[in-house]
Each structure stands twice: as structure tokens, then as C-alpha cells.
């Protein structure tokens, strides 16, 4: 089954623009699920996260850590996990479009005086 405009959508705000739409085809093709696509992709993304260095340090030059990055993917991953129904079955509710707009926060921006 072809995925939709709908799903591919709701895919790139997961995922961010990294996999192409054959890649997104294929794990669908295979898996039968748009959140289990999502979830296969941030899993492998977690993985080839875990497989490097977590943090480089330069002493007095330079520090750099992946660590957040990590924790970020699983938090992403925990709540694709915990959702009640998959973004791909449009009949029973599942709106991409609504299902996305639900979990976003406004977060005020309160300008700081400059010392």
C-alpha cells in the first residue's frame, strides 16, 4: 500500500527531511504501520548515535557532547510508543494532521535586560 500525502507528512515532522520517501516506502511496505515506520527510523537513528563517541573534549579548547541529542531520540521514541493509535488508519479517528498539533507548546519568549 502506497503511503499518502497525509502520512508522509506526518512522518516528516517526526523524523525531521534525513529519509527519502523510498526508504519511508519500504519500512512501511514491511512493517504495515506508519508509527512503526517512525519508530524503526528513530530507533536506527538512536543506534548509530550510540555507536560513536558521546562526547568529545579538548581540554580548554573545545567540548562537545551527543548526549542530549540521545535522550531527545528516546524521548521521541517513548512518546510513539505510548500513542493510542497509528497516524496510518484515517478511519478510526487518526488525523495526521491533528495527532501532530497535540502535543505542541507554546513557550513564552520574555526579553532579558542586556548588562
Known amino acids: 500500500?502506497?503511503?499518502t500525502e497525509r502520512?508522509?507528512?506526518?512522518?516528516?515532522?517526526?523524523?525531521?527531511?534525513k529519509p527519502d520517501?523510498?526508504?519511508l516506502q519500504a519500512a512501511f511496505d514491511r512493517l504495515g504501520s506508519v508509527r512503526d515506520t517512525a519508530l524503526e527510523t528513530l530507533r536506527k537513528r538512536r543506534a548509530g548515535w550510540l555507536a560513536q563517541?558521546?562526547?568529545?573534549?579538548?581540554s580548554g579548547v573545545a567540548s562537545l557532547s551527543y548526549?542530549?541529542?540521545?535522550k531527545a531520540i528516546e524521548r521521541q521514541i517513548?512518546?510513539?510508543v505510548r500513542m493510542d493509535d497509528d497516524p496510518?488508519?484515517?478511519?478510526?479517528?487518526?488525523?495526521?494532521?491533528?495527532?501532530?498539533?497535540?502535543?505542541?507548546?507554546?513557550v513564552p519568549f520574555v526579553r532579558t535586560r542586556r548588562r
Open 53 to 58: 563517541p558521546m562526547s568529545v573534549n579538548v
Open 21 to 23: 520517501a523510498a526508504e
Open 1 to 3: 500500500m502506497e503511503l
Open 78 to 80: 517513548a512518546e510513539l
Open 67 to 70: 548526549a542530549e541529542n540521545v
Open 88 to 106: 496510518s488508519d484515517n478511519a478510526g479517528g487518526g488525523d495526521v494532521e491533528a495527532a501532530a498539533d497535540d502535543r505542541l507548546e507554546v
Open 7 to 17: 502520512q508522509l507528512k506526518w512522518l516528516g515532522s517526526q523524523l525531521g527531511d
